[in-house]
């Protein structure tokens, strides 16, 4: 019977690119002078995984290619050839052809033939070099006298290992004493000294086939000592040499050597076997001789015990001990104060994991998104019951929205990924663009345990990316500049990420040159739009974010042509955020984008307008107040502001936005509300206040159609529809 293999096709690419991304940041992180054997190993076993896997599933060809970069990096690993940069940049172009490979083998098509024959040739130029040896770190060695090493290995094994097995591939390696055994919380614990001549990559590889790498512990080895070579004298120089032994025939009875007078000559006696030299000689006077062994005692009294154990009681003895020892098994005594205090992260590393299709966890969403509409028409509908009547029905449905909020974080949480997984993109991009400009930068990776919705990670990727090259570009100076300003020749760039209330704040930071404003208004003035000279430095660095707008003196292929910033600001304000620039001349420059966790749940503030319930992003909302008539004025040609402490604010009005007849017939008598919009904070005005929910947000384009100034939707308690308003459209209809 055939096996269907192609419905395993995507666990082999979802695990291939997970290898291929893992292979890409080792080698980054590698260090030509020395690199980490540890390392080396890693990615030979990347490499190795994806030709098994490419093999096994017929796609020959990434297996062709895939194998050739397998060989180049086991002579590496062992030494046998020297790691050098023009490898890396190879061994970087082959993993983006495996990628490209990977791909188009996703969606069914072939790869391009150019492509793959090239990187088969640059990695077939590499294998036909000649190769230079590595010197390989002395940790992962043997002596250099051909002595062995003494390892130290501990073993963590699960009850009914096969542990004979184990032992006896072992002793491949060489000689294997076992220091101690001892069984701990349904584990054997073993800890074994290993003399061998192999280096320790090469015991761990073999190692790793069989079990996990927390299982298994090599720690390094120390030189054994030397055994005397054969043909010399083994007294080490403490004594003078051996005197010719005399003719057999001349030498005395007794074996004293010398060191004892003769043994008077032993009397005649009815044993005929104790007067023999080897019962009366062999024990050079220190013992009385031994008696008779009695006709039909139990044999093992001579021999290998030597008289002093029963074999029977030997034999006896063991079968106790394998007995206590298989007990000890089955009920494990209380753990020791370090086991416990080990416990948790040998947990955490056998923590399962299952793959999910993202489709899946949508649905899930939905459903629970549909249960917090139902929590909440129950809520609403027992609102107007008597508390005393209907005590246990209130106390359950409150129970119940503590029980949904609950299961709404458990669910949301599963669609939350670490930054790691965008971050990681980022040294190859820093490294490549580096070079091609012809400057040198370090980048630098902070808090990439963030955690952020899977759809805002994908969406981040381009507008980060833009980011990036901007700053490497742009922002940080030759190094011939930054030798004469007296900074390191190397430029730092940092990514940093971190939580900040109910958002996420991604930074750009960079230590270059800084904006320069008086470049940044001459090209705005060029370009027609209205700059003056009192504008802050803050809305001079916004105007960069226009159409069309660039500083750079010439057109490249990394920059130029005026086009990005101002898709990366559409990008973000897409997904409900907002993106500021810092800046200082001759300091740096950080780029800060603001995005919230999630968009798929939202803490909103319910406000009405014109007789209709709209929502406002809860993490918008700065205060709200009920203005008096002096703090509202009207400015010419900027339409109405009013004025909070010693600051003046623009008004826009709710109702005008979104077209609808407001209650309220000016500020005074309505609410307004202080709302961040962006980079700005503008106060909005509103009928009333009428309370604070949180609500799923359902997409009101894929539903009914876009609608200006409106970002989704949501069903309230009472089954009515709600709009979500979008602020990023408040600040640009501030000149209402």
Known sequence: MEIDLSKFFGAFFEEAEEHLANFETLLLGLELDAPDPEELNAIFRAAHSIKGGAGTFGFNDVAALTHILENLLDQIRKGQRRLEAEMVDTFLQAGDVLAGMIAV?????????AAVAQATSALQALEAGDAKPAAVPASARPTQDGAPYRWRLKLRLDEGAPVEELLASLYAFGEVEELARQYEQGLLLLELAILSQESASEINDSLAFVLPADRFELQAGEPAPAEPLAGESESFGFFADEIPAAPLEDAPASEAFGFFDAEPEAAPTANKEASTPDAAGSDYGFFE????????APPGREGVAYGFLDQQAVAKAQQQRAEEARQQAAQPASPSPAARAAKPAADKSEAATIRVDVSKVDQLLNFVGELVITQSMLAQSAADLDPLQHARLLAGIEQLQRNTRELQESVMSIRMIPMSTVFSRFPRVVRDLAAKLGKKVELRLVGEQTELDKGFVEKLVDPLTHLVRNSLDHGIESTEARRERGKPETGMLTLAAFQQGGNVVIEVRDDGAGLNRERILAKARENGLAVGEAMSDQDVWMLIFEAGFSTAAEVTDVSGRG????????NIQSMGGSVDIESMAGIGS??????????????????GSGGETYILPLNAIRESLQPTAEQCKSVTGR????????EYLPLVALHEVV???PHSQDPTSGIVMLIEAGNQQLALWVDELLGQQQVVVKNLES?????????????LGDGRVALIVD???LGRARGT
Request: proline residues 10%; hydrophobic residues 45%.
């Open 289 to 296: 001789p031994l008696p008779a062994v009695a006709p039909g």
């Open 727 to 729: 602020v990023s459209v």
């Open 703 to 715: 539903n009914y159609r876009r609608v200006p100034g409106i970002s989704g939707a949501t069903i």
């Open 590 to 607: 950080t780029m800060r984008i603001r995005l919230p966790l999630t968009l798929a749940i939202l803490d909103g503030m319910l406000v």
């Open 659 to 661: 077209g609808s007849q």
């Open 639 to 646: 339409g109405r502001v009013v004025q909070v402490r010693d």
């Open 105 to 113: 083998h996703r969606d069914g098509a072939a790869p391009d033939p």
């Open 563 to 570: 086009v990005g910033m101002d898709v990366v600001r559409k």
